[in-house]
Protein backbone atom coordinates (compact mmCIF):
# COMPACT_ATOMS: atom_id res chain seq x y z
CA UNK A 1 0.00 0.00 0.00
CA UNK A 2 1.66 2.55 -1.32
CA UNK A 3 0.57 6.39 -1.45
CA UNK A 4 -1.10 9.80 -0.21
CA UNK A 5 -3.81 9.86 1.68
CA UNK A 6 -5.11 13.62 2.29
CA UNK A 7 -7.18 14.09 5.55
CA UNK A 8 -9.05 17.09 6.35
CA UNK A 9 -8.11 17.28 9.50
CA UNK A 10 -10.59 18.38 12.58
CA UNK A 11 -9.33 20.83 15.44
CA UNK A 12 -8.09 19.11 17.94
CA UNK A 13 -5.38 16.42 17.65
CA UNK A 14 -2.13 16.97 16.62
CA UNK A 15 -0.71 16.13 13.19
CA UNK A 16 1.56 12.95 14.66
CA UNK A 17 -1.98 12.16 16.41
CA UNK A 18 -3.30 11.42 13.16
CA UNK A 19 -0.52 9.57 11.63
CA UNK A 20 -0.68 7.18 14.33
CA UNK A 21 -4.82 6.54 13.87
CA UNK A 22 -4.21 6.09 10.00
CA UNK A 23 -1.69 3.63 10.44
CA UNK A 24 -3.61 1.61 13.02
CA UNK A 25 -6.31 1.78 10.06
CA UNK A 26 -4.26 0.84 7.44
CA UNK A 27 -1.80 -1.74 9.62
CA UNK A 28 1.57 -0.48 7.71
CA UNK A 29 4.08 1.16 9.30
CA UNK A 30 5.60 3.60 7.70
CA UNK A 31 3.09 6.61 7.41
CA UNK A 32 4.14 10.06 7.86
CA UNK A 33 3.27 13.80 7.24
CA UNK A 34 4.06 16.55 4.49
CA UNK A 35 4.07 19.54 6.96
CA UNK A 36 2.71 19.53 10.30
CA UNK A 37 -0.89 21.75 11.29
CA UNK A 38 -1.04 22.93 14.88
CA UNK A 39 -3.99 21.06 16.95
CA UNK A 40 -6.32 24.50 16.72
CA UNK A 41 -5.67 23.96 12.79
CA UNK A 42 -8.41 22.46 10.08
CA UNK A 43 -7.94 21.08 6.46
CA UNK A 44 -5.20 19.52 3.94
CA UNK A 45 -2.69 17.13 5.94
CA UNK A 46 -1.32 15.09 3.49
CA UNK A 47 -0.02 11.77 4.60
CA UNK A 48 2.73 9.83 2.78
CA UNK A 49 1.84 5.96 2.68
CA UNK A 50 4.89 3.16 2.27
CA UNK A 51 6.97 3.64 -0.27
CA UNK A 52 5.79 6.92 -0.61
CA UNK A 53 7.72 8.22 2.85
CA UNK A 54 10.69 8.07 0.39
CA UNK A 55 8.67 11.48 -1.33
CA UNK A 56 8.44 13.48 1.72
CA UNK A 57 11.89 14.98 0.67
CA UNK A 58 10.38 16.79 -2.02
CA UNK A 59 6.65 17.76 -0.88
CA UNK A 60 7.64 19.21 2.46
CA UNK A 61 9.22 21.83 -0.08
CA UNK A 62 5.83 22.88 -1.50
CA UNK A 63 3.65 25.98 -1.05
CA UNK A 64 0.68 25.79 1.34
CA UNK A 65 -2.15 27.90 0.97
CA UNK A 66 -4.66 28.76 4.67
CA UNK A 67 -7.62 30.75 5.38
CA UNK A 68 -6.89 32.53 9.07
CA UNK A 69 -8.50 34.63 11.19
CA UNK A 70 -6.66 36.86 12.61
CA UNK A 71 -8.33 38.84 16.27
CA UNK A 72 -6.85 42.26 16.94
CA UNK A 73 -6.85 43.76 20.10
CA UNK A 74 -4.13 41.89 21.82
CA UNK A 75 -1.37 39.23 21.70
CA UNK A 76 -0.74 35.81 23.77
CA UNK A 77 2.22 34.06 25.12
CA UNK A 78 1.55 31.51 22.02
CA UNK A 79 0.77 33.59 18.84
CA UNK A 80 -2.63 31.97 18.76
CA UNK A 81 -6.12 31.77 20.81
CA UNK A 82 -5.26 29.17 22.86
CA UNK A 83 -2.25 30.78 24.25
CA UNK A 84 -2.53 33.61 27.59
CA UNK A 85 -3.14 36.78 26.75
CA UNK A 86 0.60 39.25 27.36
CA UNK A 87 -1.11 42.68 27.16
CA UNK A 88 -4.12 44.41 25.75
CA UNK A 89 -4.13 47.84 23.82
CA UNK A 90 -7.32 49.92 23.94
CA UNK A 91 -11.08 48.94 24.65
CA UNK A 92 -12.09 45.24 23.86
CA UNK A 93 -15.51 46.40 23.19
CA UNK A 94 -14.09 48.52 20.19
CA UNK A 95 -14.57 47.27 16.19
CA UNK A 96 -10.28 47.76 16.00
CA UNK A 97 -10.34 46.90 12.16
CA UNK A 98 -12.99 49.55 11.52
CA UNK A 99 -10.91 51.77 13.42
CA UNK A 100 -8.09 50.99 11.95
CA UNK A 101 -9.62 51.17 8.71
CA UNK A 102 -8.64 49.32 5.30
CA UNK A 103 -5.90 51.78 4.54
CA UNK A 104 -3.87 51.44 7.40
CA UNK A 105 -4.36 47.49 7.58
CA UNK A 106 -3.93 46.93 3.91
CA UNK A 107 -0.61 48.87 4.20
CA UNK A 108 0.75 46.86 7.36
CA UNK A 109 -0.41 43.44 5.06
CA UNK A 110 1.74 45.13 2.52
CA UNK A 111 5.03 44.35 4.92
CA UNK A 112 4.73 41.29 4.47
CA UNK A 113 4.27 40.17 0.99
CA UNK A 114 7.60 39.33 -0.72
CA UNK A 115 10.25 37.71 0.48
CA UNK A 116 11.45 38.44 4.33
CA UNK A 117 12.63 36.96 7.24
CA UNK A 118 10.21 35.48 9.90
CA UNK A 119 11.06 34.89 13.19
CA UNK A 120 9.43 31.54 14.89
CA UNK A 121 6.93 31.38 17.64
CA UNK A 122 8.45 30.89 21.26
CA UNK A 123 6.02 27.91 21.60
CA UNK A 124 7.38 25.96 17.87
CA UNK A 125 8.80 22.44 17.39
CA UNK A 126 12.53 24.54 16.09
CA UNK A 127 15.43 23.64 17.95
CA UNK A 128 17.16 25.72 20.18
CA UNK A 129 20.81 24.23 20.96
CA UNK A 130 19.01 20.67 20.44
CA UNK A 131 15.88 21.68 22.56
CA UNK A 132 12.77 22.10 21.36
CA UNK A 133 11.16 25.63 21.54
CA UNK A 134 8.07 25.06 23.29
CA UNK A 135 10.00 22.93 26.05
CA UNK A 136 12.20 25.82 26.81
CA UNK A 137 8.90 28.21 26.52
CA UNK A 138 6.81 25.58 29.05
CA UNK A 139 9.52 25.74 31.39
CA UNK A 140 9.55 29.43 31.50
CA UNK A 141 12.86 29.72 30.36
CA UNK A 142 13.81 32.67 27.43
CA UNK A 143 13.19 31.80 23.72
CA UNK A 144 15.23 33.60 21.32
CA UNK A 145 14.66 32.11 17.82
CA UNK A 146 16.39 32.71 14.70
CA UNK A 147 14.76 34.45 11.59
CA UNK A 148 14.02 32.32 9.16
CA UNK A 149 13.53 33.42 5.19
CA UNK A 150 10.32 32.92 4.05
CA UNK A 151 8.00 33.96 0.84
CA UNK A 152 4.41 35.07 0.60
CA UNK A 153 3.64 34.84 -2.69
CA UNK A 154 -0.31 35.98 -2.00
CA UNK A 155 -1.54 37.50 1.09
CA UNK A 156 -5.32 39.01 0.70
CA UNK A 157 -7.54 40.99 2.65
CA UNK A 158 -11.30 39.10 2.61
CA UNK A 159 -12.60 40.88 5.22
CA UNK A 160 -12.03 43.39 8.13
CA UNK A 161 -15.07 43.43 10.68
CA UNK A 162 -15.54 43.25 14.36
CA UNK A 163 -11.63 43.03 15.20
CA UNK A 164 -10.99 40.39 12.76
CA UNK A 165 -9.35 40.20 9.86
CA UNK A 166 -10.15 37.63 7.29
CA UNK A 167 -6.84 36.89 5.10
CA UNK A 168 -5.98 34.32 2.47
CA UNK A 169 -2.20 33.20 2.65
CA UNK A 170 -0.35 31.44 0.16
CA UNK A 171 3.41 30.77 1.48
CA UNK A 172 6.64 28.87 1.20
CA UNK A 173 7.52 26.33 3.50
CA UNK A 174 8.31 26.67 6.87
CA UNK A 175 5.96 30.06 7.19
CA UNK A 176 4.22 30.35 10.51
CA UNK A 177 0.89 32.31 10.42
CA UNK A 178 0.87 32.70 13.91
CA UNK A 179 4.25 34.31 13.45
CA UNK A 180 2.31 36.70 10.73
CA UNK A 181 -0.81 37.61 13.10
CA UNK A 182 1.22 38.65 16.00
CA UNK A 183 3.96 40.73 13.67
CA UNK A 184 0.37 42.23 12.22
CA UNK A 185 -0.74 43.25 15.80
CA UNK A 186 2.81 44.70 16.32
CA UNK A 187 2.90 46.69 12.85
CA UNK A 188 -0.36 47.74 13.76
CA UNK A 189 0.11 49.11 17.47
CA UNK A 190 -3.07 47.04 18.78
CA UNK A 191 -1.45 43.21 19.41
CA UNK A 192 -3.23 40.91 17.62
CA UNK A 193 -2.76 36.59 17.24
CA UNK A 194 -4.19 33.89 15.32
CA UNK A 195 -7.40 32.79 16.42
CA UNK A 196 -8.64 30.37 13.38
CA UNK A 197 -6.67 28.47 10.87
CA UNK A 198 -7.56 26.37 7.96
CA UNK A 199 -4.83 25.10 5.42
CA UNK A 200 -7.14 24.58 1.96
CA UNK A 201 -3.71 23.48 -0.17
CA UNK A 202 -0.68 22.14 0.43
CA UNK A 203 1.27 21.63 -2.98
CA UNK A 204 -0.38 19.65 -5.39
CA UNK A 205 -3.40 18.68 -2.79
CA UNK A 206 -6.28 20.71 -1.74
CA UNK A 207 -9.77 20.28 -0.12
CA UNK A 208 -10.81 18.02 -3.42
CA UNK A 209 -8.54 15.02 -2.63
CA UNK A 210 -9.23 15.41 1.05
CA UNK A 211 -11.10 13.13 2.95
CA UNK A 212 -12.78 14.02 6.76
CA UNK A 213 -10.76 11.96 9.42
CA UNK A 214 -13.86 10.73 11.30
CA UNK A 215 -14.39 9.04 7.64
CA UNK A 216 -10.70 7.76 7.19
CA UNK A 217 -11.08 5.62 11.10
CA UNK A 218 -14.66 4.90 10.86
CA UNK A 219 -15.00 1.24 10.95
CA UNK A 220 -11.72 0.36 11.58
CA UNK A 221 -13.15 -1.77 14.74
CA UNK A 222 -15.19 -4.05 12.66
CA UNK A 223 -12.22 -5.00 10.03
CA UNK A 224 -10.12 -6.16 12.86
CA UNK A 225 -12.53 -9.24 13.22
CA UNK A 226 -12.17 -9.84 9.28
CA UNK A 227 -9.51 -11.67 7.39
CA UNK A 228 -7.78 -9.53 5.63
CA UNK A 229 -10.35 -6.62 5.34
CA UNK A 230 -9.88 -3.74 2.58
CA UNK A 231 -9.36 -0.66 4.72
CA UNK A 232 -12.27 1.88 3.99
CA UNK A 233 -9.94 4.56 2.92
CA UNK A 234 -7.47 2.05 0.55
CA UNK A 235 -9.74 3.55 -2.56
CA UNK A 236 -9.02 7.22 -1.45
CA UNK A 237 -4.77 6.55 -1.41
CA UNK A 238 -3.38 8.43 -4.75
CA UNK A 239 -1.05 6.08 -6.04
CA UNK A 240 2.57 7.25 -6.65
CA UNK A 241 2.07 7.61 -10.27
CA UNK A 242 -0.25 10.91 -9.82
CA UNK A 243 2.66 12.16 -7.51
CA UNK A 244 5.12 14.97 -8.14
CA UNK A 245 3.17 15.97 -11.58
CA UNK A 246 4.69 19.44 -11.56
CA UNK A 247 7.97 17.68 -12.45
CA UNK A 248 8.09 16.46 -16.28
CA UNK A 249 8.23 12.38 -16.82
CA UNK A 250 10.28 10.25 -19.33
CA UNK A 251 9.77 6.53 -20.03
CA UNK A 252 12.40 4.36 -19.48
CA UNK A 253 13.25 1.25 -21.93
CA UNK A 254 13.47 -2.24 -19.69
CA UNK A 255 17.32 -1.53 -19.70
CA UNK A 256 16.49 1.40 -18.67
CA UNK A 257 14.63 0.43 -16.02
CA UNK A 258 17.10 -1.97 -14.65
CA UNK A 259 20.02 0.71 -14.11
CA UNK A 260 17.70 3.13 -13.00
CA UNK A 261 15.89 0.25 -9.97
CA UNK A 262 19.99 0.08 -9.14
CA UNK A 263 20.97 3.25 -9.45
CA UNK A 264 23.07 3.82 -11.95
CA UNK A 265 22.94 6.51 -14.73
CA UNK A 266 20.10 6.84 -17.31
CA UNK A 267 21.34 7.65 -20.46
CA UNK A 268 19.75 9.08 -23.39
CA UNK A 269 19.11 6.09 -25.25
CA UNK A 270 17.68 4.43 -22.29
CA UNK A 271 14.80 6.40 -22.74
CA UNK A 272 11.84 5.86 -24.70
CA UNK A 273 10.44 9.08 -24.10
CA UNK A 274 10.12 11.48 -27.52
CA UNK A 275 11.20 14.98 -25.99
CA UNK A 276 14.89 15.61 -25.03
CA UNK A 277 14.25 15.24 -21.41
CA UNK A 278 18.23 15.37 -20.43
CA UNK A 279 18.44 18.63 -22.10
CA UNK A 280 15.82 20.10 -20.57
CA UNK A 281 16.36 23.07 -18.33
CA UNK A 282 14.66 21.24 -14.64
CA UNK A 283 16.55 19.53 -11.77
CA UNK A 284 14.29 16.38 -11.34
CA UNK A 285 12.99 13.97 -13.49
CA UNK A 286 9.99 11.37 -12.74
CA UNK A 287 11.30 7.97 -14.66
CA UNK A 288 8.75 5.76 -15.47
CA UNK A 289 8.78 2.34 -16.80
CA UNK A 290 6.82 1.17 -19.64
CA UNK A 291 4.06 -0.42 -17.73
CA UNK A 292 3.19 3.08 -15.92
CA UNK A 293 4.83 2.49 -12.37
CA UNK A 294 7.15 5.37 -10.54
CA UNK A 295 10.55 3.98 -10.64
CA UNK A 296 12.47 6.65 -9.65
CA UNK A 297 13.26 10.35 -8.76
CA UNK A 298 16.08 11.00 -11.01
CA UNK A 299 18.26 14.43 -10.81
CA UNK A 300 19.32 16.00 -14.19
CA UNK A 301 23.17 16.81 -14.52
CA UNK A 302 26.07 15.62 -16.30
CA UNK A 303 24.71 14.83 -19.18
CA UNK A 304 22.22 12.12 -18.12
CA UNK A 305 19.77 11.70 -15.42
CA UNK A 306 21.16 9.81 -11.96
CA UNK A 307 18.50 8.27 -9.89
CA UNK A 308 18.03 10.13 -5.90
CA UNK A 309 15.05 7.69 -5.24
CA UNK A 310 14.45 4.48 -6.11
CA UNK A 311 10.99 3.09 -5.66
CA UNK A 312 11.23 -0.46 -7.02
Do not use: W
Not at 3 to 8: A, E
Not at 274 to 298: H, P, Y
Request: proline share 6%; glycine share 8%; aromatic share 4%.
Amino acid sequence: MDGVLVIDKPEGPTSHDIVAQVRRVLRVKRVGHTGTLDPMATGVLPLVIGRATRLTQFLLKDSKTYSATIRLGFSTDTYDALGTPVGSNGDPSLDLSHELGDQVIESALNKFRGTFDQCPPPFSAKKIGGIRAYTIARRGGPVVTVPVQVTVDQLRLLKAENSRLQVEITCSSGFYVRSLAHDIGQMLGCGAHLQALRRTRSGEFDLTHAIPLERAVQGSGEAKNMVNPAPPIADRILPLSRLLRTLPSAILTSRGRRCASNGQPINQDELTHIDDVIGMATSRVRLFDETGQLVAIAENRDGALHPRVVLV
